[in-house]
C-alpha cells in the first residue's frame, strides 16, 4: 500500500502536528506492504528562517526513516503576524497540488491539519490521481481563529466554514484526535461511521523517566529550586502572560522558579513582559530540538498546561500531556473539558480554572509542599500512557483505518 501524506509540517521541525506525522509514518514504513510519501514544505517554522542545508527549490527529495520526503517551494513566514501565515499557508496548497503531477499515484491520500488549505491540497490531489481522500482533523479550525481573537466573524470566517464542510463531506474518513471533536462533527450531519479518533501518543521509550541532568540544573541556576514549567508552543491560544501573573503572584516565594521552553507567535511578547514585570523568578528559554526535550521535563517538579478559557478548547488534548505522562511527571491542568477528563481520570495531575491566576498558584503551593502526592501522580499518568496512549499501538490502528480502506 502506498500512502501520500500531505503535512504542512514535518521534522526537522519540532511541533505537535510534525511530530505525530513523522512517528505515524516511521512505524509504518516498516510493515513489509507500506511505503509512505509525505509531501510538506521546506522547514522554517518557527522562524521563516529556512533550516540550515535545505533550499527553497520547487521540488527536493529526501528520505527519513524509510519515509520518502517530498518538499515543495515554501513561502517563508515567521510563526507571527496573522497576514503572513496566511500567505504561507495558502502558497502551500498550490505548490503541492502541482509537486503531485510528478508523484507516482498513491493507493490513499491523507492530509492533516489544523489549517485547512492543506487538506484542501489533498482533497484535489485525491481527485487528480483518483483515489481516496482521507482528512486528519487536529484542530476545530476556523472556529479557534475567532476563538484567540485572530480574525472576527465576518464574511472570511464564512468562507472558511464552508471550505470546512465541503472537505468532511468530501472525505471518505475523517481521522480526529478527540471524543469532543467526533461530537461535534456528528452534531454539524457528519456520520458516526465515517469518523475515526485516533488521539496522540508519546514514544514511551524515548519520553521515559529518568534523572535530572546537573549540568542543567547548573546552567538554570536551578539547584534547591522547585521547578514549574511550561514546555511548547508560546501562542495565542496558549495564555501563557498568565504563567506570568502566577509568576508574579508568588514572586515572595525564592524556592520556586517558572520555567518557559518554546517558540510561538507571543515569544516576544512574554520576554518583554517578564522584563517589565521585573520576575527574576522566570526563565524564558529557547525552543529546543526534540532531543532535549526529556531532559527539560526530567528538572521539572511540577508541569502547567494551559489555554485561554473559550469553548472552543474544551475539545482538545494537547499533545504535551501524553509527553509529560510518559516521563512520569505530573500536571497542572488549566484546561477544561476532555483535557480536564483525562488528567482526573489518569490520577496524574490537578486542575484550575483556565486563566485563573489565583487557582493556578493555590495548586502550585499545595502541591510544592507534597512531594509524595508529586510522585504518586507522576506515576498514574505513566501506567495510563503504558496502557492507552503508546504510540506504536495508535500508530498500529491508524494503519489499519487506511487499510480497510484500501480494500
Given at each position: 500500500m502506498q ?21 505515524h509514518a ?7 506492504d507500506?511505503?509512505?510519501t509525505?509531501?510538506?514544505n ?7 528562517i ?5 533550499e527553497?527549490?520547487w521540488?527536493?527529495s529526501?528520505?527519513k526513516?524509510g519515509?520518502?520526503?517530498r ?5 517563508l513566514?515567521?510563526n ?7 500567505l ?8 503541492a497540488v502541482?509537486a503531485?503531477a510528478?508523484?507516482?499515484a498513491?493507493?490513499i491520500v491523507?492530509?492533516t491539519?489544523?489549517?485547512?488549505f492543506?487538506a484542501?491540497a489533498g482533497?484535489?490531489?485525491?481527485r487528480?490521481k ?6 486528519e ?6 472556529e479557534?481563529?475567532?476563538s484567540?481573537g485572530a480574525?472576527?466573524p465576518?464574511?472570511?470566517?464564512r468562507i472558511?466554514e464552508?471550505?470546512?464542510l465541503?472537505l ?6 475523517i481521522v480526529?484526535l ?5 461530537r461535534?462533527?456528528i ?5 458516526d ?5 485516533i488521539?496522540?501518543g508519546?514514544?514511551l521509550?524515548f519520553?521515559s523517566p ?7 540544573i547548573e546552567?538554570?541556576?536551578?539547584k534547591g ?8 508552543t508560546v ?5 501563557v502572560?498568565?504563567?506570568l501573573?502566577v509568576?508574579?503572584e508568588?514572586?515572595q516565594?525564592?524556592?520556586?522558579l ?5 517558540e510561538?507567535?507571543?515569544k ?5 513582559l517578564?522584563k517589565?514585570?521585573?520576575?527574576n523568578?522566570v526563565?524564558v528559554?529557547p525552543?529546543?530540538s526534540?532531543?532535549?526535550?526529556p531532559?527539560?521535563y526530567?528538572?521539572t517538579?511540577l508541569?502547567l498546561?494551559t489555554?485561554?478559557n473559550?469553548p472552543v478548547?474544551?475539545t ?12 512520569s511527571?505530573p500536571?497542572i491542568?488549566a ?6 477528563q ?6 496524574c ?7 485563573n491566576?489565583r487557582?493556578?498558584?493555590?495548586q502550585?503551593?499545595t ?6 502526592k ?7 499518568g505513566?501506567?495510563?500512557?503504558e496502557c492507552?496512549?503508546d ?8 494503519l489499519?483505518?487506511l487499510?480497510?480502506?484500501v480494500k
Open positions: 500512502i501520500l501524506f500531505l503535512s504542512h509540517y514535518f521534522p526537522p521541525e519540532v511541533n505537535a502536528p510534525a511530530s505525530r506525522t513523522y512517528d516511521r512505524r509504518w514504513v516498516k510493515e513489509p507500506v511505503r509512505v509525505v509531501l510538506t521546506h522547514p522554517n517554522h518557527p522562524y521563516g529556512l533550516y540550515e542545508g535545505y527553497n527549490r521540488l527536493t529526501e528520505e526513516e519515509i520518502k520526503v518538499r515543495v517551494r515554501t513561502w513566514a515567521p507571527a503576524g496573522f497576514i503572513r501565515r496566511i504561507n499557508y495558502l502558497f502551500f496548497m498550490p505548490a502541482i503531485s510528478a508523484l507516482p498513491p493507493d491523507v492530509a491539519s489544523p489549517q485547512f492543506c484542501a482533497f484535489l490531489i485525491s487528480l483518483r483515489r481516496p481522500f482521507v482528512f482533523l487536529r484542530d476545530l479550525w476556523p479557534s481563529i475567532v484567540v480574525m472576527k465576518g464574511a472570511a470566517i472558511l464552508k471550505l470546512e465541503f468532511y463531506g468530501k472525505a471518505v474518513k480526529v478527540t471524543e469532543s471533536f467526533r461535534n462533527l452534531s454539524r450531519g457528519i456520520p461511521d465515517k469518523i475515526a479518533v488521539r496522540n508519546a514514544d521509550s519520553f529518568r534523572t535530572a541532568p546537573s549540568y542543567l546552567t538554570l541556576g536551578a529550586k522547585f521547578i514549574v514549567s511550561y514546555i511548547g501562542g495565542m491560544a496558549h495564555a502572560e498568565k504563567i501573573d509568576a508574579e508568588l514572586r516565594s525564592d524556592d520556586i517558572f520555567l518557559i521552553v518554546g510561538g507567535a507571543q516576544q511578547k512574554i520576554r518583554e517578564v517589565q514585570k521585573g520576575l523568578n526563565r528559554l525552543g529546543v526534540k532531543a532535549e526535550v531532559d527539560y526530567a528538572v517538579d508541569n498546561v489555554l485561554r473559550t478548547f474544551r482538545v488534548l494537547p499533545s504535551k500531556i501524553f509527553e509529560i505522562m510518559a516521563m511527571k500536571i491542568c484546561v477544561d473539558g476532555e483535557c480536564r483525562m488528567i482526573e481520570d489518569a490520577g495531575g490537578v486542575f484550575a480554572e483556565p486563566e491566576v487557582q493556578i498558584a493555590g502550585i503551593i502541591l510544592r509542599n507534597q512531594r509524595e508529586l510522585m504518586a501522580m507522576g506515576e498514574n505513566r501506567r495510563f500512557a492507552r496512549f504510540r506504536d499501538d495508535l500508530a498500529r490502528r491508524y489499519n483505518v487499510k480497510d480502506i
